[in-house]
């Protein structure tokens, strides 16, 4: 009992402490992408280096053509450890949920 108090006091403090950035995190904790063949591999590949709410949030501007400069972008200039043939499965999967833009 002591010990989940404390851990409440705990979580408090980071919480005050973490003033804006806690709001972020609790946002993106439930996020998740569409149901779809790929998924997990978009997820596992993508969330390497940042949030998964870069993918919905893009989608309006976004078609096949945008996603495909989009994964060759992560690989070349930020060195996303993507091969060629996940990059075509990733590719498949953003424009069958995340292609806004036809
Ligand atoms: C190796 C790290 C890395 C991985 C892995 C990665 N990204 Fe990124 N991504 C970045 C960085 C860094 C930025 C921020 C670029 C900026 O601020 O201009 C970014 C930005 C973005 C953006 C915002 C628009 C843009 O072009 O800057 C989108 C969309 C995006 N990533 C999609 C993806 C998708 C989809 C995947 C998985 C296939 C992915 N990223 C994997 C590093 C990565």
Known sequence: MRGAIAAVGLLIV???AGGAAR??????EPMTLADGPGRD???GR?????SL???PSNAPVMN???WQKTIQKMKDRFGAPITDEESKEI???LDAHYSGKV
């Open 23 to 28: 709001i972020v995190v609790a946002a993106e």
């Open 46 to 50: 993508c969330i390497i280096c940042h």
């Open 64 to 66: 096949r053509a945008g």
């Open 91 to 93: 590719l498949d999967y």
């Open 14 to 16: 980071v919480g005050l």
């Open 41 to 43: 591999l978009t997820i």
């Open 53 to 55: 709410e870069y993918i």
